[in-house]
T-cell receptor, first 110, second 113 residues
């Protein structure tokens, strides 16, 4: 069964705008990760946030984690057409079994 | 480094046939895994390995076998293909079990008719 659930399922924005995607999960986790998948390709690991962290940055990416609400968000600032992809959150409960959500499909229009 | 490589890229099987999906990595990673991705769903873990000679089941292991005789290779065997196994299969590897599958292969698109 899926652990993480992304919201929205699809998001379409103009280049230069910010994109926010959310992830909710059900059980306690050790960490949560975000991945990007370009059409027809494998996943690329973007960022990992541990359960004792609340916010993490990597370039134009900002990830927050609220363990009390069992939710995370991924913010992409100043989006570019090249950011068009599907974004997945994955939760790690520490038992070698990471669970992925169904993903958010982001389209950035030039 | 070639990273994680998978062969074949595409495969069509008839129901009941068997085949092996190959996965190899040249980064000396201990951790390797196989996922399947179905439309509208996230990736689901089939099997994983924490080192040569050690494998374990994931979320959806039925109908698949794995072995890990070397650090580099982690083949996935479909014993008797079924249409429900039509999917895209991804192999992933990681240096440590620190939560992140850092490297994914390009995927194998399998169709079972």
């Amino acid at each position: 069964s899926q652990q993480g659930e992304e919201d929205p399922q699809a998001l379409s924005i103009q280049e230069g705008e910010n994109a926010t995607m959310n992830c909710s999960y059900k059980t306690s986790i050790n960490n949560l990760q975000w991945y990007r998948q370009n059409s027809g390709r494998g996943l690329v690991h973007l960022i990992l946030i541990r359960s004792n962290e609340r916010e993490k940055h990597s370039g134009r990416l900002r990830v927050t984690l609220d363990t009390s609400k069992k939710s995370s968000s991924l913010l992409i600032t100043a989006s570019r057409a090249a950011d068009t992809a599907s974004y997945f959150c994955a939760t790690d409960a520490g038992n070698n079994d990471m669970r992925f959500g169904a993903g958010t499909r982001l389209t950035v229009k030039p | 480094n070639a990273g994680v490589t998978q062969t074949p890229k595409f495969q069509v099987l008839k129901t009941g046939q068997s085949m092996t999906l190959q996965c190899a990595q040249d980064m000396n990673h201990e951790y390797m895994s196989w996922y399947r991705q179905d439309p509208g769903m996230g990736l689901r873990l089939i099997h994983y390995s924490v080192g040569a000679g050690i494998t374990d089941q994931g979320e959806v292991p039925n109908g698949y076998n794995v072995s890990r005789s070397t650090t580099e290779d982690f083949p996935l065997r479909l014993l008797s293909a079924a249409p429900s196994q039509t999917s895209v299969y991804f192999c992933a590897s990681s240096y440590s079990r620190d939560g992140a599958w850092g490297y994914f292969g390009p995927g194998t698109r399998l169709t079972v008719t």
